[in-house]
């Protein structure tokens, strides 16, 4: 990373520059020639009494003594990407939003309030993208209030880690005292390759709706109440996957796997919006790993979105699935942005 000018070491920044992307050298050790040096790159989003908060772009907040900086600069937003589609926030926030929709939700000026009987922190919690009418103070009191009329936890999403997206609101938040408590990565890719992957889909049948069966293999409820139906349902057009766990095997015909007996080897979701297609719910009995059936899922619900004239994929993976991520780098998809669940401490 190259601060020099002239061969000196500069800050070239000052608070007139929060709210842009920065990239700051402070001395981490006591100075001296012996003076060790750490680099933070991030959105700045404070200059304050001394000090210098930098939100990177996995959400945390960095708080830097303006006395120890050596080096700062303004940087370009992060380079456009190589491969697979272009995106922007704006648009994959819209999509995905579409593709996993609340029971209830209220405007609060332009964010939006959105339950769903507590199935999920993204179907319950406050989407906020653009103004929301208030001073940020008394907009996160709407906000505890809402959901405290309902029984539930107020959450608000937030994003980081691509243009446009919202590390000044975490920072905020952060000084209202919320805490961050999950994050994932929104990541992306051209769907045609998904769908051209070496895999077996005769086992995989698709329904339009989740049967006893799917609903037996997803994990994220105990009893699948009205409201786990609604949420599920919800998006332009959606599709289910699920391969029988006793056609789990080589040659199974593509009728297999109508419900009955044990629960599904492996099931899976897609909701296809226009040029994109979303996956979520995938998932594979522990029995049944490593047998490329999620690779067959996938493939699946892929060909049937391009058959609706979809051409770019995307999907969410907690940063702390190591298997999942894995199995998404090989199908092309890369990170876009992160997003996390901010609670009240």
């Excluded at 491969?83 to 405007?107: H, I, K, Y």
């Excluded at 199935?119 to 103004?131: E, K, Q």
């Excluded at 099931?267 to 490329?292: Q, S």
């Excluded at 049937?304 to 190591?322: H, I, K, P, Y």
Aim: hydrophobic letters at 40%; a neutral charge; one cysteine or more.
């Amino acid at each position: 990373m190259e601060f020099t000018m002239g061969g000196r070491l500069e800050v070239r920044i000052t608070p007139a520059d929060v709210g842009k992307r920065v990239s700051v050298r402070r001395r981490s050790t006591g100075g001296g020639s012996g003076a060790e040096f750490t680099d933070t790159v991030g959105v700045l989003t404070s200059w304050n009494d001394g000090v210098v908060a930098i939100t990177r772009k996995s959400g945390e907040s960095v708080r830097i003594l303006e006395s120890s900086l050596v080096a700062g600069k303004v940087v370009p937003a992060a380079p456009a990407r190589r491969r697979g589609p272009a995106a922007s926030f704006a648009e994959l926030a819209a999509v995905t939003a579409r593709a996993w929709q609340p029971v209830e939700s209220e405007p609060l000026g332009a964010w939006r309030l959105r339950a769903a009987g507590g199935f999920t922190r993204r179907a319950n919690s406050v989407l906020p993208l653009g103004d929301p009418g208030l001073p940020l103070g008394e907009a996160f009191e709407r906000i505890e209030q809402w959901y405290g009329e309902r029984g539930l936890p107020p959450y608000i999403q937030t994003a980081t880690g691509a243009e446009g997206t919202q590390e000044t609101l975490c920072a905020e938040l952060e000084r209202h005292g919320w805490r961050r408590e999950v994050s994932a990565e929104v990541r992306i890719a051209a769907l045609a390759p998904v769908g051209d992957l070496d895999a077996d889909v005769s086992a995989v049948r698709l329904t339009r709706e989740p049967d006893a069966a799917w609903l037996s293999r997803y994990q994220r409820f105990s009893t699948p109440g009205p409201h786990v139906l609604r949420v599920l349902g919800s998006g332009p057009s959606v599709w289910f996957a699920t391969v029988a766990g006793e056609a789990s095997g080589a040659g199974a015909g593509a009728g297999a796997g109508s419900g009955g007996g044990e629960p599904p080897a492996a099931i899976g979701r897609c909701v296809v919006d226009g040029r994109w297609a979303g996956f979520m719910a995938v998932e594979v009995a522990p029995e049944h790993r490593r047998r490329g059936l999620a690779t067959a899922v996938m493939a699946a619900l892929a060909r049937r979105a391009l058959d609706e004239g979809a051409s770019a994929a995307w999907l969410q993976v907690e940063e702390d699935n190591e298997g999942a991520r894995a199995l998404y780098d090989g199908m092309g998809f890369a990170p876009h942005h992160r997003y996390h669940h901010f609670r009240p401490a």
